[in-house]
């Protein structure tokens, strides 16, 4: 599966921002997808995941109850909803899809070695 995520931009702080990752190949509702980012100087952090349905979502505590994940399937796209954006969100966001199980350990789906497939990343920008 080929990603590509969109949506990025400049905002102030408290300001809400939607990124969009548009999925292109044959299969898309099977894979678990994932949102990180990396800022400049850090290493790629987990954001959040959805299930293959959409119907179960995990965030980063960092993001948690801002940040918003949703999928569609048929349209072969997953969105981060991003409100309140502070400062400490500036970074640039990628989507990736994996094959990893839903129930699967921590330790493989809240780090990049777990996902498979990567979007280019959109960089967002938070000014305060």
């Known amino acids: 599966v080929q990603l590509q995520a969109s949506g990025g931009g400049l905002v102030q702080a408290g300001d809400s921002l939607r990124l969009s990752c548009t999925a292109s190949?044959?299969?898309?509702?099977?894979?678990?997808m994932g949102w990180f980012r990396q800022a400049p100087g850090k290493e790629r952090e987990f954001v959040g995941r959805?299930?293959?349905?959409?119907?179960?979502?995990y965030y980063a505590d960092s993001v948690k109850d801002r940040f918003t994940i949703s999928r569609d399937n048929a349209k072969k796209m997953v969105f981060l909803q991003m409100n309140s954006l502070k400062t400490e969100d500036t970074a640039v966001y990628y989507c990736?899809?994996?094959?990893?199980?839903?129930?699967?350990?921590?330790?493989?789906?809240?780090?990049?070695?777990?996902?498979?497939?990567w979007g280019q990343g959109t960089q967002v920008t938070v000014s305060s």
């Open positions: 990736a899809a994996t094959t990893v199980g839903w129930a699967s350990s921590s330790s493989r789906w809240s780090r990049p070695t777990g996902y498979s497939y």
């Open positions: 190949g044959r299969t898309f509702s099977p894979y678990v």
């Open positions: 959805i299930s293959s349905g959409g119907g179960s979502t």
